[in-house]
T-cell receptor, first 116, second 111 residues
Framework: GAVVSQHPSRVICKSGTSVKIECRSL??????MFWYRQFPKKSLMLMAT?????????EQGVEKDKFLINHASLTLSTLTVTSAHPEDSSFYICSARDPRAPDTQYFGPGTRLTVL | QQQVKQSPQSLIVQKGGISIINCAYE??????FPWYQQFPGKGPALLIA?????SEKKEGRFTISFNKSAKQFSLHIMDSQPGDSATYFC??????????FGTGTSLTVIP
């Protein structure tokens, strides 16, 4: 099956700093990637849809300037949490759509962000 | 607004039993309904998926039943095993291919 990786798996940062999370599709080219946020024992909340070469589409209530998304290539999308605060602490998960199976999404292993 | 409602929130099943998780949706534009399994600290993994033109799909021990008129679908896990203990999410896919997830069901299979 399609493989999606994320880096880093865990990150701890100080309040006010910015953190970048990478999402890569390892064995396919993903024209579309998605970013989700998940709180403990809660569901996945879609943050934004990222299309290669164009601006991301953000879901209602997600701050574009706070969560910067860049999809510079067919295998890499990045999420930058700017000026992070403790309330941004969460599990961030990306997914990618494989053109060979365009209906579904393959998820990365997630990134645990802790903001002190 | 929760686009996809899922129940129960938690489920305990004896080994060998059948686990049943239910989901309901409102948006008739949804056209793809996957189920994902998630272990703690990991990303979700696709289990099985269905389109609304089919009423049932079976893959191994996993079966999706789909009722288009009621806008409901369910996951049945036959012969449940302790290794099936995980959180299960249903989802529905919108026009842009974005997924809206249910609230999740924590399944525990006791030996």
């Amino acid at each position: 099956g399609a493989v999606v990786s994320q880096h880093p798996s865990r990150v701890i940062c100080k309040s006010g700093t910015s953190v970048k999370i990478e999402c890569r599709s390892l064995d396919f080219q993903a024209t579309t990637m998605f970013w989700y946020r998940q709180f403990p024992k809660k569901s996945l909340m879609l943050m934004a849809t990222s299309n290669e070469g164009s601006k991301a589409t953000y879901e209602q209530g997600v701050e574009k300037d706070k969560f910067l998304i860049n999809h510079a290539s067919l295998t890499l999308s990045t999420l930058t949490v700017t000026s992070a605060h403790p309330e941004d602490s969460s599990f961030y998960i990306c997914s990618a759509r494989d053109p060979r199976a365009p209906d579904t999404q393959y998820f990365g292993p997630g990134t645990r962000l802790t903001v002190l | 607004q929760q686009q996809v409602k899922q129940s129960p929130q938690s489920l305990i099943v004896q080994k060998g039993g059948i686990s049943i998780i239910n989901c309901a949706y409102e948006n008739t534009a949804f056209d793809y309904f996957p189920w994902y399994q998630q272990f703690p600290g990991k990303g979700p993994a696709l289990l099985i998926a269905i389109r609304p033109d089919v009423s049932e799909k079976k893959e191994g021990r996993f079966t999706i039943s789909f009722n288009k008129s009621a806008k409901q679908f369910s996951l049945h896990i036959m012969d449940s095993q302790p290794g099936d203990s995980a959180t299960y999410f249903c989802a529905a896919s919108g026009a842009r291919g974005q997924f809206y997830f249910g609230t999740g069901t924590s399944l525990t299979v006791i030996p």
